[in-house]
């Protein structure tokens, strides 16, 4: 069956203080992975697509990385409005199917 | 601005009663796709269109129905079968589907009372 999970389930940083978040996922024919933020009470927002093994993608204090069996969204000395709940998702199988993730609670201290 | 508007914000609906939520995009994009968001769950797939008068179901599909009768609109019938319908709902669209990143409105908060 095809799985796509994510931890920590939720994460509390000091402002400043780099991390990692994981997305190991298990399916067939993966076609592409996905990285959005979501605040609460909207709708996510889409912050990378990772195609293939050693692809990287940043974007101010984020970093997404992929190998064959996970992802990681790296953050460089976040921000308290870096606070939010970070979705990951794969696209796979023959009839491209997406499949997400529970995702990430971020919480940032100031 | 291009996106796409869900409306209401918010829904409240009374036992066996259907509700429509209305999901409409302007980015010019093939696919539109309706997921349901629980706490603690990940996004789950209800229906989605590729292309206009066209829809498949999705994992949850039962008690919901849909239309797309023009590219820009893909409304989601919650109907009295769906047992548990209080949840947040997510439209999306994309390019075309397949590889493509989605663009997600900004929810629909259906609640049932």
């Known amino acids: 069956e095809d799985q796509v999970t994510q931890s920590p389930e939720a994460l509390r940083l000091q402002e400043g203080e780099s991390s990692s978040l994981n997305c190991s996922y298990t399916?067939?024919?993966?076609?592409?992975l996905f990285w959005y933020r979501q605040d609460p009470g909207k709708g996510p927002e889409f912050l990378f697509t990772?195609?293939?093994a050693g692809e990287e993608k940043e974007k101010e204090r984020l970093k997404a990385t992929l190998t064959k069996k996970e992802s990681f969204l790296h953050i460089t000395a976040p921000k308290p409005e870096d606070s939010a709940t970070y979705l990951c998702a794969v696209q796979a199988g023959r009839d491209d199917k997406i499949i997400f993730g529970k995702g990430t609670r971020l919480h940032i201290l100031p | 601005d291009g996106g796409i508007t869900q409306s209401p914000k918010y829904l409240f609906r009374k036992e066996g009663q259907n509700v429509t939520l209305s999901c409409e995009q302007n980015l010019n994009h093939d696919a539109m796709y309706w997921y349901r968001q629980d706490p603690g769950q990940g996004l789950r797939l209800i229906y989605y269109s590729q292309i206009v008068n066209d829809f498949q179901k999705g994992d949850i599909a039962e008690g919901y129905s849909v239309s797309r009768e023009k590219k820009e609109s893909f409304p989601l019938t919650v109907t009295s079968a769906q047992k548990n319908p209080t949840a947040f709902y997510l439209c999306?669209?994309?390019?075309?589907?397949?590889?493509?990143?989605?663009?997600f409105g900004s929810g629909t908060r259906l609640t049932v009372v």
């Open positions: 999306a669209s994309s390019i075309t589907h397949g590889n493509y990143g989605y663009t």
């Open positions: 990772l195609y293939s």
């Open positions: 399916v067939s024919g993966l076609r592409g």
